[in-house]
């Protein structure tokens, strides 16, 4: 039995490498190697749709599994020189890490389709948008409702700030333990939160989408103090309506079940809760209003691409050319739309693309891409392990401090990146 | 029979190429990139002396959690000992059921420090919440590991609670080797209980006591899972006027500066400095302990 078996495996082992060469003398292979692995069937399944309908190319998706590291299996794919075809980055780290495998797209089709494409220093479309993330700040409609709050109006620090105090003084009645579902702590993992996304408004808000001034100055160590501690006050409002166990030690799911359970009124997070919500049967209407942290009125969510796939330079030139069809593929096809928006669930990072996700925030998130007036994001950029090392402490600090020692803290923690 | 030199190096062969393949030349290799700027991936590593060891020590973070690491070890060296030694105590005496704590208090330490990391966050942060909550008892109403005075305490709850028992273990082990008669011929004498630990048990358990404070050292020094786990360093607070984490303990600290900061050769000159106040430390413990042993 065990002999006949082993012989069964040389058999189909000796058939595999047989069967090899011969399709590869017709065929164009090419691979992705990419980390979502909450997609991974839907883009496995979009890659054998691609391969039927295109005789010629053969690719070959593989998917890292949950939790691994991505950075590390892509460096022992380039020793076991099996580097793929297009492979994923996120954000400048990545790019500058690898840009002697990163080719130059920027005339390919997909290019005129988004705005979200990771551009080189010079200027050179390299990264294709896998899908578009973006956050604000997030509310229930229904409880706003009630509290006869209009969140159309809420689109300055003022109104803003009074919405939150008016609800506040009505938590009874309408059932919630706080006002605002926000965490900030380093144990519960919940730091990028506000250090990352929250924080993000100061370097992108009231700005036109490419305008990266405020940043690029903070990076110099130039604090603007007048927005910095508007921003500290803003900040300063969420957490003191904030329950305070959410806040001072609370994880993921207890801040997304605070907000989908009808305890909180607002929530800080991005588009990615809506699987979350779903499963935990949130079914009230919601939607985002901005970070206003300023009387300027504003509307603009904060969305960007956090990854993008690049095409391997060092492939064959007949590999990028079928990897840079594949993408163009994904990105202007019917398929490929249905592929990224209906089967996938993502907000998708091209113009032309018409179908609608279906999760609240996620929608909300096409709306708000079709009303434009949106704002970038920066944080990716600051130094490896600055946001949470950092800034981290330095936001959780203010749940129990002043706004003025926040201030200064990010004021000394950007200065002295500044003069390295 | 005449014994061959090459013959014993064959032998010895096997053990002695692992041993250096694995702790000598890492070892040699660490030491070289603690005084180099390697980033863990550029190719390019250039010799930059000393400068890296130079610059840890005015580093707010890296000071505290020196600091924070030599008390949680001060800390956990007196409870877990403390602690291990009352069981011991306990499971030797005349206890019905005593097979049956004695696996108890042990099973603790069956629970990887991953796991145990979640339960107790869960613990401290809900069910303690909760309890505070419901009894009027404002210390417990928030949760003590987000508290930096706090915090050290109820790590070092945790980590008894975990390694109690296997302490508990060494001492048992220790204790039942001891004659019965020395103790029965004591008790005819008449010493009562304590006088019999404090002047027979203990002074013959001298080396049990070199082994479980060698253990409880090194062990606390070295944390890592349990603080990644339960406080991931946290909560914030001020420390020479800067915000740095609390609960930071020293091995912690390098991995944050090694993967992170994607600053290695820091990382590495830190992991050096650690070495060397570990090695330090534990030989001094067991050179006392030794002479302690030596006088019983």
């Known amino acids: 039995m065990r002999k006949l078996l082993s012989l069964a495996l040389v058999a189909v082992l000796a058939l595999s490498v047989l069967a090899l060469p011969a399709s590869a003398n017709e065929k164009v292979n090419f691979s992705v190697f990419q980390l979502k692995v909450e997609i991974d069937p839907m883009i496995q399944a979009f890659g054998k749709l691609y391969n039927e309908k295109h005789p010629d190319v053969n690719v070959t998706v593989e998917t890292l599994g949950g939790g691994a590291d991505y950075g590390g299996a892509l460096k022992a794919k380039l020793t076991a020189d ?149 921003f500290a006050n803003y900040l300063k409002l969420l957490y003191d309506n904030a329950d305070p166990n959410v806040l001072e030690n609370g994880n993921y799911d207890a801040q997304v079940a605070a907000f989908a359970s009808g305890k909180a009124a607002f929530i800080t997070q991005g588009n990615w809760i809506d699987p979350n919500l779903a499963q935990l049967e949130a079914t009230f209407p919601m939607g985002y209003i901005s970070h206003n942290f300023l009387e300027e009125e504003s509307t603009g969510l904060y969305m960007a691409a956090p990854s993008w796939f690049v095409v391997n330079k060092q492939a064959s030139p007949e590999q990028q050319k079928a990897a840079i069809d594949f993408l163009n593929y994904m990105a202007l096809s019917e398929d490929g739309a249905n592929y990224m928006v209906a089967e996938a669930g993502m907000v998708p990072a091209f113009k032309s693309v018409k179908l609608q996700p279906e999760g609240p925030f996620s929608k909300a998130l096409v709306e708000a891409s079709a009303r434009g007036g949106n704002f970038n994001w920066y944080f990716g950029q600051n130094p490896d392990g600055f946001n949470q090392g950092t800034l981290g402490p330095i936001f959780e600090l203010l749940a129990t401090g002043t706004v003025e020692d926040f201030v200064a803290d990010v004021t000394a923690a950007f200065q002295e990146i500044a003069n390295k | 029979m005449k014994r061959r030199g090459w013959i014993d190096a064959l032998f010895i062969f096997p053990c002695a190429f692992a041993f250096i393949m694995v702790i000598i030349v890492p070892f040699g290799l660490g030491i070289y990139y603690a005084m180099t700027d390697w980033n863990g991936v550029n190719p390019i590593v250039n010799w930059v002396g000393l400068s890296n060891f130079q610059g840890m020590f005015s580093e707010p973070q890296f000071i505290y959690s020196f600091l924070i690491t030599l008390m949680y070890t001060a800390i956990n060296v007196v409870f877990v000992n403390i602690v291990g030694f009352g069981l011991a105590l306990l499971v030797t005496g005349k206890l019905r059921l005593r097979n049956i704590y004695r696996a108890g208090f042990f099973v603790p330490n069956l629970i990887g420090g991953i796991v145990l990391g979640y339960i107790w966050q869960f613990i401290f942060n809900n069910v303690q919440v909760d309890m505070g909550n419901a009894l009027g008892i404002a210390f417990l109403q928030k949760s003590l590991i987000s508290r930096p ?79 990644f786990t339960l406080t991931n360093g946290g909560p914030a607070m001020r420390f020479m006027a800067k915000p740095i984490r609390s609960s930071q303990l020293l091995a912690m600290d390098i991995y944050r500066t090694a993967n992170q900061q994607n600053l290695m050769a820091q990382a590495q000159a830190k992991a050096v400095i650690f070495f060397i106040v570990l090695v330090i430390f534990s030989l001094t413990q067991v050179y006392l302990n030794k002479r302690k042993e030596l006088e019983a």
């Open chain 2, 149 to 227: 005075d706090t915090v050290i305490w109820a790590m070092s709850v945790v980590n008894t609670w975990q390694y109690a028992g296997y302490i508990m273990m060494i001492y048992v082990a220790s204790i039942q080797s001891i004659p019965g008669s020395v103790m029965e011929a004591a008790s005819v004498d008449g010493a009562n209980f304590f006088q019999r630990v404090r002047r027979i048990l203990i002074p013959m358990m001298a080396s049990a006591f070199t082994i479980t404070l060698f253990l409880t050292l090194t062990n606390s020094f070295k944390q890592f899972d349990l603080n």
């Open chain 1, 82 to 230: 099996q580097m793929p075809t297009i492979f994923m980055i996120e954000g400048q780290g990545g790019y500058d890490l690898w840009k002697d495998f990163i080719a130059d797209m920027s005339d390919a089709d997909w290019v005129k389709d988004t705005d979200l494409a990771f551009y080189d220093p010079d200027g050179k479309a390299v990264g294709f948008p896998i899908a578009m993330e973006g956050f604000g700040l997030g509310y229930n409609a229904e409880i706003l409702e009630k509290a006869g709050v209009d969140p159309a109006t809420l689109t300055t620090f003022s109104a803003t700030k009074a919405a939150i105090e008016k609800i506040a003084g009505m938590k009874e009645e309408l059932g919630l333990d706080a006002v605002v579902s926000v965490g900030t702590s380093v144990a519960g993992g919940l730091w990028w939160v506000t250090s990352q996304h929250v924080f993000n408004a100061f370097y992108a808000g009231y700005q036109d989408y490419n305008d990266s001034s405020v940043y690029d100055a903070l990076r110099r160590g130039e604090v603007d103090q007048e927005r910095m501690t508007a």
